[in-house]
């Protein structure tokens, strides 16, 4: 590859990461938890408004947070926080339906549970959680804005009251309240769109701070390069990359085609520069 031919790749590569960075919302993975990652004002914003509790405030926010299990399958945690009254919280960002099951929910509270527990401590010492999924689809379709999972007696029609909880935020809610405009504002890819200052002052510095931009144009640029130096003997590994790239950029129908159609696959693999 002469030094014209290598140019021209990285100026496409650096257009794809702008025009990536771009379409990118609160509510696509990746840029959610760079937005997140140590912003205590945020991510109380978020949970303020979900919890409708406008006194709470967030004492740590850890991004990714892995939770391993002594014999089998841990969890990575989108966002961990932790308020002033000791009640940790989950929060996970779902586009997909299938990633916000109910099992997946209880498994996440149960790792919770099994960290949140320091030794010596009693049963009764285990702090209030909360699992919380914001999915981009109303995955149960009530319509509602949220959803309460918690336990209770059936015959005595009571709360079991253990202390562990479960909300589904619905993304696709558009209603005039305050979950309305964080609805608003996990989907929205433009600033001026925004609502929620917290939210939106946060977007701004990701989508319009040169620095910022520049960063994450070299993180994506990096990683086109390294899917391309694996080589397409890899054919698995590849496909996942390519997955991702179009995840991020929101293009659910290409994902299916990906998947289905090995000519379609092909031309994805070419505009990513993955051949």
């Known amino acids: ?8 790749l990285q100026k496409r590569r650096h257009t794809r990461a702008l025009q990536i960075i771009k379409r990118w919302r609160l509510m696509d993975d990746d840029f959610m938890k760079r937005c997140l990652k140590n912003n205590i004002p945020a991510v109380e914003c978020i ?5 409708e509790q406008p006194d709470l405030h967030v004492l740590s926010v850890t991004i990714e947070d892995t939770i391993p299990s002594l014999l089998g399958h841990g969890i990575r945690m989108d966002v961990h926080a932790v308020d002033s009254a000791g009640t940790e919280y989950d929060i996970e960002v779902q586009r997909s339906d299938k990633g916000a099951g109910a099992r997946r929910a209880r498994f996440n509270s149960s790792l919770l549970d099994l960290n949140s527990l320091k030794k010596g401590n009693t049963y009764d010492q ?6 919380i999924f914001i999915t981009e689809n109303d995955i149960f379709k009530a319509g509602l804005a949220r959803y309460h999972i918690n336990r209770i007696i059936e015959e005595l029609s009571r709360p079991f009251n253990d202390g562990e909880h479960i909300i589904y935020v619905n993304g696709d809610y558009r209603g005039s309240d305050d979950i309305g405009k964080l609805m608003n ?6 600033v001026d769109d925004m609502i929620l200052e917290p939210l939106k ?3 701004n510095r990701y989508k319009n701070n040169p620095r910022e931009v520049a960063a994450m144009c070299a993180d994506l640029e990096k990683w086109s390069m390294d899917e391309r130096s ?4 890899e054919g698995a590994e590849l496909l996942a990359r ?4 179009l995840q991020a950029e929101g293009r659910v129908d290409d994902v299916k085609l990906a998947l289905e159609d090995k000519e379609a696959r092909e031309k994805l693999y070419k505009e990513y520069h993955l051949d």
């Open 1 to 8: 590859m002469n030094e014209q031919t290598l140019s021209d």
């Open 47 to 51: 949970l303020r408004i979900i919890m």
């Open 230 to 233: 694996e080589g397409r003997t």
């Open 242 to 245: 390519l997955l991702k790239l």
């Open 185 to 190: 504002d996990f989907r929205s890819s433009k």
């Open 126 to 131: 285990l702090p209030e959680s909360y699992v």
């Open 201 to 203: 002052e946060t977007v």
